[in-house]
């Protein structure tokens, strides 16, 4: 595995900055076939146009969610966790930890959209209490992959 070294003490999730860009976009490599470029992530994390958490496992970023939060509503731009450390619970980990900084914040809803191809991920967001609202056809994203559009709202949140 290419190396993604992050130092974070023991803590697992925490908010990611500038400083971890390259270590994201190698981390992003692993997981996506489309990747954001460097200005993109510097959009984020430096301009605040979007948060990201990141997992750490023994110093190594194995996984990412990026968000954003506009008035009560939030939305998930990308989960990925590096492929030698999927289902060891780290997505729910870092979708739970959102959800609980969603509550804290008193943001109301939570949107995403994922292929409906996508199984882990359609299965991860739907035992967290997604529900399907709808198909969005052609998003650039997606590249016209028909993605389902997922709502979630705090009120169903019981950690
Ligand atoms: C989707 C993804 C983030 C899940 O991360 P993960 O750390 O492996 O997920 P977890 O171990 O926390 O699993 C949580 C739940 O998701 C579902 N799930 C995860 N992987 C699954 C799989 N391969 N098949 C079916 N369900 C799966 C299960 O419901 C699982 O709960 P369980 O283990 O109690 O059965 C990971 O597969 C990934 O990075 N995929 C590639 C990138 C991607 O598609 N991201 C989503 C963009 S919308």
Redesign the pocket.
């Known amino acids: 595995m290419k190396s993604t070294e992050v130092t974070s003490g023991n803590q697992k999730i925490f908010e990611l900055d500038s400083k971890h860009i390259s270590e994201l976009r190698a981390l992003e490599l692993t ?2 076939e489309y990747h954001w470029s460097e200005e993109q992530f510097k959009l984020g994390l430096e301009k605040k146009a979007f948060y990201v958490l990141g997992y750490v496992e023994q110093g190594i970023l194995v ?1 990412y969610l990026a968000y954003s939060l506009v008035l009560e509503e939030m939305e ?1 731009l ?6 030698d ?11 739970l930890d959102l959800m609980k900084r969603c509550r804290d914040l008193e943001i109301k809803r939570g949107l ?4 409906e191809t ?4 359609k ?5 967290l209490g997604f529900k399907k609202v709808g198909v969005r056809k052609n998003t650039t994203r997606t590249q016209g992959k028909m993605p389902t559009f997922m709502i979630w709202n705090s009120d169903d949140f019981n950690p």
């Open positions: 997981c996506f996984g998930v990308n989960l990925g966790v590096h492929p450390f999927r289902r060891r619970g780290i997505g729910r980990a870092l979708m995403l959209d994922v292929k996508n199984i882990p991920a299965a991860l967001y739907e035992s």
